[in-house]
């Protein structure tokens, strides 16, 4: 449990360094863009906590599914195109995934997969909008680690601790993800 305890506290987000390496086209640019912020951190955190809860094909397709729309979306987001309601989608994102841990509410796996998707895309596009003009595909493959090294997180806080903790996690997101609403 340590372990996991310190796994979690080393991927905290570091604001700090992350000025100065935000416009930068590099894969440390991009690792530390989605720990440098507690929407995008809750968000992927909670997708590995509700696949663990799941368990089976979850464990695995909840975690690419957000990967791979993430990375999609982040095509879409640096090529200038749109993304209606994109943070207002963030937060919902925090606030829905929280909820479903915290209920321990088993939905069937392709209506998650697909809300998965439409959430990882718009984490995405994100942070493709505000990504590097050269260099991206580095900075992709960064934020692309990070963020499946943060469900990785989730995935081991969800395995290794009892379900009331796990749902209690689950509940602390949803809150944390109002709390964002209202600042």
Do not use: N
């Not at 912020?37 to 992927?44: C, E, I, N, P, R």
């Not at 809300?115 to 900075?139: D, R």
């Not at 395995?159 to 709390?179: K, M, N, S, T, W």
């Amino acid at each position: 449990m340590k372990r996991i305890l310190i796994a979690a506290l080393s991927l905290c987000p570091l604001p700090a360094m992350a000025h100065g390496l935000h416009d930068s086209g590099t894969f440390l640019a991009g690792a530390l863009h989605p720990v440098g912020g507690l929407d995008h951190v809750l968000a992927m955190i909670a997708v590995g906590l509700l696949a663990a809860q799941l368990t089976g094909r979850a464990l695995w397709a909840l975690p690419v599914t957000f990967v791979t729309a993430m990375l999609l979306g982040g095509a879409v987001g640096a090529a200038g195109l749109p993304f209606p309601l994109v943070e207002p989608m963030i937060l919902a994102s925090i606030v829905i995934l929280g909820v479903l841990v915290a209920l321990a509410c088993p939905l069937p796996l392709p209506a998650l997969v697909a809300m998965v998707a439409l959430f990882g895309g718009a984490h995405g596009w994100a942070h493709g909008a505000e990504g590097p003009a050269t260099g991206l595909a580095l900075y992709a493959l960064g934020f692309a680690g990070a963020t499946a090294a943060l469900h990785l997180v989730g995935i081991a806080l969800g395995r290794g601790l009892p379900a009331l903790a796990l749902r209690g996690l689950g509940a602390g997101a949803a809150v944390a993800g109002l709390a964002l609403v209202v600042v």
